[in-house]
């Protein structure tokens, strides 16, 4: 082999190698997201192993190990590898080396790095007290004139007349017509006193003014598509109402629950050390809970977050949506990807809640999404936020293709409920009329809380909930 030839092979067993040891590595940190991801239930790597394994690893490592094969191929079949003494057992040890070394190493990063770089949030920053919304002000009530009777006035009986002779009550005057007794007065009747609150007497049915009204009616109607829709479970209480609905379509099973408050401090979040769902709902005693955004360790020192009316963290929104509900009861979301999000404008806007995961669903005429600008799209377990006008919410949570069980036992494995798409997901909120909708987190975080069951997955503690109380 010539001086040329040589020199060509060098070059390209160089870039096999590289090649190869990429792949080991890629391989390596594969494996440990996968193994965090579906088997640590005591920490949260979504962000760091679903987001990589869907938008990088489960592309670039295939296509990687292709063109590795192909150039190793090359060089056998012309010889290059056999003129290096390149053998088969070195290659295969190099390799089973680089995965250890790899391994430890991704693993080492995945754990540790992002706290050494404070690049994982591990705990809230001090929460401090937003402004509170100037009180709405409450017309004058409109006084009611007070109409005075017209006609004659009324004369004593044996009152003289003008010529002096006495006359009896009943009797008129010659020549006098009598005077004709005016209509009485209707008092006008009394405005209802407005309802004071979000829905003011709108929804004022689905509340109950004296003792909650707790019922598990459990009537079911099938829609023109063949969904099954039964009403599972109702609550009425002075300052929140609930109906939470069961949908069942083939496979496909998940439950949304329209959600009423008279006052936004009972649409509550609750976040702090990871629990599982049904703690944090039982610790606030909370008629119905959902997982959010888990932005204790999933912001990665990024986002606006405000909760009850306190800021948390005022960091810029770079790579998620943001979610704003407004102490009006009003909610926005943001594409933190396409603008620029200004933290002050917002936190002058008299914010209650902001939650940093997303994406958003809808449009801002509450038409359903086909394009995301997110690597979570393919089918999951999921669990979101919707939004219909000030006091009316939705919480929904979706039964997904993982092979587990919740935590009533409840086999959720393979072919089970196959879980929805953002896509799918953004037209189910669109069909059912909300303005805005946002996804919060799923896989094994998702799940639904209510009347002490957890509808959902949710083998995974979390970092916060949003719920309702009364």
Same mark, same amino acid.
């Given at each position: 082999?010539?001086?040329?030839?040589?020199?060509?092979?060098?070059?390209?067993?160089?870039?096999?190698?590289?090649?190869?040891?990429?792949?080991?590595?890629?391989?390596?940190?594969?494996?440990?997201?996968?193994?965090?991801?579906?088997?640590?239930?005591?920490?949260?790597?979504?962000?760091?192993?679903?987001?990589?394994?869907?938008?990088?690893?489960?592309?670039?490592?295939?296509?990687?190990?292709?063109?590795?094969?192909?150039?190793?191929?090359?060089?056998?079949?012309?010889?290059?590898?056999?003129?290096?003494?390149?053998?088969?057992?070195?290659?295969?040890?190099?390799?089973?080396?680089?995965?250890?070394?790899?391994?430890?190493?991704?693993?080492?990063?995945?754990?540790?790095?992002?706290?050494?770089?404070?690049?994982?949030?591990?705990?809230?920053?001090?929460?401090?007290?937003? $402004? #509170?919304?100037? +009180?709405? *002000? =409450? %017309? &004058?009530? @409109? /006084?009611?004139?007070?109409?005075?009777?017209?006609?004659?006035?009324?004369?004593?009986?044996?009152?003289?007349?003008?010529?002096? $002779? #006495?006359?009896? +009550?009943? *009797? =008129? %005057? &010659?020549? @006098? /017509?009598?005077?004709?007794?005016?209509?009485?007065?209707?008092?006008?009747?009394?405005?209802?006193?407005?309802?004071?609150?979000?829905?003011?007497?709108?929804?004022? *049915?689905?509340?109950?003014?004296? /003792?909650?009204?707790?019922?598990?009616?459990?009537?079911?109607?099938?829609?023109?598509?063949?969904?099954?829709?039964?009403?599972?479970?109702?609550?009425?209480?002075?300052?929140?109402?609930?109906?939470?609905?069961?949908?069942?379509?083939?496979?496909?099973?998940?439950?949304?629950?329209?959600?009423?408050?008279?006052?936004?401090?009972?649409?509550?979040?609750?976040?702090?050390?990871?629990?599982?769902?049904?703690?944090?709902?039982?610790?606030?005693?909370?008629?119905?809970?959902?997982?959010?955004?888990?932005?204790?360790?999933?912001?990665?020192?990024?986002?606006?977050?405000?909760?009850?009316?306190?800021?948390?963290?005022?960091?810029?929104?770079?790579?998620?949506?943001?979610?704003?509900?407004?102490?009006?009861?009003?909610?926005?979301?943001?594409?933190?990807?396409?603008?620029?999000?200004?933290?002050?404008?917002?936190?002058?806007?008299?914010?209650?809640?902001?939650?940093?995961?997303?994406?958003?669903?809808?449009?801002?005429?509450?038409?359903?999404?086909?394009?995301?600008?997110?690597?979570?799209?393919?089918?999951?377990?999921?669990?979101?936020?919707?939004?219909?006008?000030?006091?009316?919410?939705?919480?929904?949570?979706?039964?997904?293709?993982?092979?587990?069980?919740?935590?009533?036992?409840?086999?959720?494995?393979?072919?089970?409920?196959?879980?929805?798409?953002?896509?799918?997901?953004?037209?189910?909120?669109?069909?059912?009329?909300?303005?805005?909708?946002?996804?919060?987190?799923?896989?094994?975080?998702?799940?639904?809380?209510?009347?002490?069951?957890?509808?959902?997955?949710?083998?995974?503690?979390?970092?916060?909930?949003?719920?309702?109380?009364?």
């Amino acid at each position: 082999m010539n001086k040329n030839g040589e020199q060509r092979f060098r070059v390209l067993r160089v870039i096999a190698s590289v090649m190869a040891n990429l792949v080991a590595v890629l391989s390596a940190n594969y494996i440990v997201f996968y193994i965090l991801d579906h088997y640590n239930q005591n920490q949260h790597y979504i962000v760091y192993s679903d987001f990589i394994l869907t938008k990088y690893l489960n592309v670039i490592l295939p296509v990687l190990m292709l063109l590795t094969a192909l150039l190793y191929l090359l060089l056998y079949i012309a010889g290059g590898l056999k003129a290096r003494r390149f053998e088969k057992k070195r290659l295969i040890w190099i390799l089973v080396i680089d995965v250890l070394v790899a391994g430890a190493f991704a693993m080492a990063v995945n754990i540790y790095t992002f706290d050494w770089f404070n690049l994982r949030k591990g705990g809230s920053d001090t929460p401090v007290a937003l $402004a #509170t919304m100037p +009180p709405r *002000e =409450t %017309p &004058a009530p @409109t /006084e009611i004139p007070t109409v005075e009777p017209t006609g004659m006035p009324s004369e004593e009986p044996g009152a003289q007349t003008t010529n002096g $002779a #006495t006359q009896a +009550p009943d *009797e =008129t %005057p &010659a020549g @006098t /017509e009598p005077a004709e007794t005016p209509e009485p007065t209707e008092a006008p009747t009394p405005e209802p006193t407005p309802i004071p609150g979000l829905l003011g007497d709108k929804y004022k *049915e689905k509340f109950s003014e004296g /003792e909650p009204v707790v019922t598990e009616p459990n009537t079911s109607e099938t829609l023109e598509d063949g969904t099954v829709c039964t009403l599972i479970y109702t609550y009425a209480g002075k300052n929140a109402a609930i109906e939470l609905y069961h949908y069942k379509k083939g496979k496909l099973e998940y439950q949304v629950a329209q959600v009423y408050v008279r006052q936004l401090e009972k649409l509550t979040a609750s976040y702090g050390k990871t629990r599982m769902l049904y703690e944090f709902a039982r610790e606030k005693n909370a008629l119905i809970a959902i997982n959010s955004d888990y932005f204790d360790t999933n912001a990665i020192g990024e986002g606006l977050l405000i909760r009850n009316g306190f800021l948390i963290r005022s960091n810029p929104c770079e790579h998620s949506d943001l979610c704003v509900v407004y102490q009006d009861g009003t909610v926005r979301c943001f594409d933190c990807k396409k603008d620029r999000i200004d933290n002050n404008e917002i936190l002058e806007s008299y914010p209650y809640h902001s939650f940093y995961f997303g994406p958003s669903l809808l449009d801002e005429d509450g038409n359903a999404k086909t394009k995301f600008n997110s690597t979570l799209g393919a089918a999951n377990p999921r669990t979101a936020f919707g939004y219909y006008e000030p006091g009316h919410y939705a919480f929904i949570s979706i039964l997904g293709d993982r092979n587990m069980k919740d935590v009533n036992g409840h086999g959720l494995g393979k072919g089970k409920s196959p879980g929805m798409t953002l896509t799918e997901l953004s037209a189910l909120c669109a069909s059912l009329g909300m303005k805005a909708a946002y996804n919060f987190d799923g896989g094994q975080s998702s799940g639904m809380y209510w009347n002490e069951t957890v509808f959902g997955h949710n083998n995974r503690g979390t970092g916060d909930v949003l719920a309702v109380v009364d």
